[in-house]
């Protein structure tokens, strides 16, 4: 799994790969993590990139205690097929 960054600041967690970088915008309200939405560069699509950043961000709301409510049609979609994330669901 590749590394991933929480960028507070901008409020997004980011992946970088090959000079390129994907990135989920999220917003907190309390202990549930809300996922507005997923993007990857074209550089990066069909690369995995995105599904690596998804993981990053269910392994940090794991270890943070968090749940994930996800509002991007994409992150919906990954964290349903997820079987391991399923309990990270709001």
């Avoid at 901008?10 to 507005?36: C, K, M, P, W």
Wanted: charged share 20%; aromatic share 8%.
């Amino acid at each position: 799994m590749s590394h991933i960054t929480d960028n507070a600041t901008q409020s997004r967690f980011e992946l970088s790969r090959d000079g390129h970088t994907a990135y989920a915008d999220y917003h907190l309200q309390g202990a549930v993590l809300n996922i507005d939405y997923v993007f990857a560069p074209p550089e990066l699509r069909g690369s995995g990139a995105a599904g690596d950043l998804m993981k990053g961000i269910a392994a940090h709301a794991r270890a943070s205690g968090l749940k994930v409510h996800p509002i991007c049609g994409y992150a919906v979609a990954w964290l349903k097929r997820s079987s391991e994330s399923q309990d990270l669901l709001v």
